[in-house]
Structure formats: structure tokens, C-alpha cells
């Protein structure tokens, strides 16, 4: 167990709608990261947030949103979904110290289906 | 850009015999180089890393991996393996250019038979 937490494990949803994919770090890391595991496109970051505030930003579609609130926990938002965003849906966490040292610990997905 | 490449989709070994999951990166400054393991409906569990020092790096589960910079390689190895090694292998680097995210290879799939 990383000590990541995702919520939902799974969703099934129609086209067009909006979803909501939420996220708990490890206690103490002030890191989120998220990202998109696909059969065509392998596993590939979407964003990150330090501390509440947006750091980065990967593949991102413009559909998509994500924030992370006061107690750090995150929130990934999707919406207007097509089925092409099926996927499994991955945050992770890490302390924060230094981005490219420290180990990302990752939760165990949010399993989409979009039909 | 900075990329790393699995270059087999699928290993397959006999339990006892050692194994090696080949890796091997392109990055414009320093590596940091990361292997991940995920199994069925699971999420990636941290397996171990590189960020600089001996190029022999121990991680969890008896798994090793070895940093070679003339090759650009970072094999992960186990002396021996176990059926419950079973699973799919991910290397990682980091992206310096996006503060810490990783990239991912397209996985290997190790598959250990008894």
C-alpha cells in the first residue's frame, strides 16, 4: 500500500457527461501528479500541483481540469468525455523536496469507462 | 527530449534463472531514472532508483538495476526469479524541462515460469 488513495476505483459513464476523479497523498507530501494509462498511448502526465498551486502541465485536453485544495488533496475533472477517454486514470505523490529526486508514489487508479 | 525505451514487449524466464528487463534513455542533462512495477488491476509500485553514485542500484523484492552512462542503459536485473515476479515493468525518467514529472517507457511484461 503507497498510501495514495484514489476514489473512485471504477466509473461508467456516457459520452458528453463530466466526471469527477479524486485524489489523497501520502500524509506530508505536498506533490500531485496525475496521469492517463491508455492501450494506444502507454502511460503519459497530465498535470501537477505543489502545494495548492499548479506546477506543470503534460497532455492535458482542454476538457480536462484539475485543482488541489487547502488540505491537499486533488481533484481531476473531465468532462464533455468521448469514448477515447477511457483509460485508467493514475495520481501520484511524492514529498516535494526536489521534482527530480524524489519518488513519486503512486495510488492504485480510477478505472474510466466512457460508453 | 528526454525518453527511455523497453526495447522487448515480453520477456519470458524460468523460475530460478535470472532475469534482465533492458532499459535505455535519452536525456539532455543528468539522468534520474526510475523502474516501476504494476501488476493486474493494480497501481505502479516504486521498485528502485537512480540519481547518482554507484552505478549498482538495490531496490525492493531482491530486484537490482544497473546504471551504465557509456551505454545510456539502465537494465533491471534479479539473480534469481519467482513466479510472483510475474508482472508488467515500467522505466521512468524524469523530465527536467516539466519540474519532476516522470516519462514512461511502454512497459515489458515478465513473465516467470515455474
Known amino acids: 500500500d503507497s498510501g495514495v488513495t484514489q476514489t473512485p476505483k471504477h466509473l461508467i459513464t456516457a459520452t458528453g457527461q463530466r466526471v469527477t476523479l479524486r485524489c489523497s497523498p501520502r500524509?506530508?507530501?505536498?506533490?500531485v501528479y496525475w496521469y492517463q494509462q491508455s492501450l494506444d498511448q502507454g502511460l503519459q502526465f497530465l498535470i501537477q500541483?505543489?502545494?495548492?498551486?499548479?506546477?506543470a502541465k503534460g497532455n492535458i485536453l482542454e476538457r480536462f481540469s484539475a485543482q488541489q485544495f487547502p488540505d491537499l488533496h486533488s481533484e481531476l475533472n473531465l468532462s464533455s468525455l468521448e469514448l477515447g477517454d477511457s483509460a485508467l486514470y493514475f495520481c501520484a505523490s511524492s514529498v516535494g523536496t526536489s521534482e527530480f529526486t524524489d519518488t513519486q508514489y503512486f495510488g492504485p487508479g480510477t478505472r474510466l469507462t466512457v460508453l | 527530449a528526454q525518453s527511455v525505451a523497453q526495447p522487448e514487449d515480453q520477456v519470458n524466464v524460468a523460475e530460478g534463472n535470472p532475469l534482465t528487463v533492458k532499459c535505455t534513455y535519452s536525456v539532455s542533462g543528468n539522468p534520474y531514472l526510475f523502474w516501476y512495477v504494476q501488476y493486474p488491476n493494480r497501481g505502479l509500485q516504486f521498485l528502485l532508483k537512480?540519481?547518482?553514485?554507484?552505478?549498482l542500484v538495490k531496490g525492493s523484492y531482491g530486484f537490482e538495476a544497473e546504471f551504465n552512462k557509456s551505454q545510456t542503459s539502465f537494465h533491471l536485473k534479479k539473480p534469481s526469479a519467482i513466479v510472483s515476479d510475474s508482472a508488467l515493468y515500467f522505466c521512468a525518467v524524469r523530465d527536467g524541462r516539466s519540474q519532476g514529472n516522470l516519462i514512461f517507457g511502454k512497459g515489458t511484461k515478465l513473465s516467470v515460469k515455474p
Open positions: 500541483y505543489y502545494n495548492g498551486e499548479e506546477r
Open positions: 500524509s506530508g507530501d505536498l506533490s
Open positions: 537512480y540519481i547518482t553514485g554507484d552505478n
